[in-house]
């Protein structure tokens, strides 16, 4: 068994792709109409659904928008360099809610963006901090 692909329901369908692709740099990988159900599913993410794990956008025609709820976290995706990152999603006019720092009780460095329907994206440096990143989830799990 593998994990296929996480699901988020969004009110703009256009600014979620525009968001994910070009902010992010994921790849809209597919994408269909299914108008007896008045609904857009989108498919994106950083490489071939054979392969990765990727994000699916469910549109529902007419929804603009939903409420978050309390039990949803966030997605996580592991950069680079994180401060770059960061800058360069302020510049895509992108939102980051929580600067690059270590997290807290721990030295992994993390930093958090918003999407457009105010989903959590968590960004984790990757590279030296990799390693305390997978100490620190194991010593959780």
Known sequence: MRMLHT?????????SLAFYCNVLGMKLLRQKDYPGGEFTLAFVGYGDE???????????????KYD????????ALGVEDIYKTCDRIREL?????????PMKHGSTVIAFVEDPDGYKVELIQ??????????????TA
């Open 126 to 139: 990757l590279g030296t901090q990799g390693s305390a990143q997978k100490q620190e989830t194991a010593a």
């Open 68 to 75: 978050l709820g309390n039990g949803y976290g966030h997605i």
């Open 93 to 101: 006019g992108g939102k980051v809610t929580r600067e690059p720092g």
């Open 50 to 64: 054979a392969d990765h794990t990727v994000l699916e956008l469910t549109y529902n025609w007419g929804t603009d």
């Open 7 to 15: 699901m988020l329901r969004v009110g703009n369908l256009e600014k």
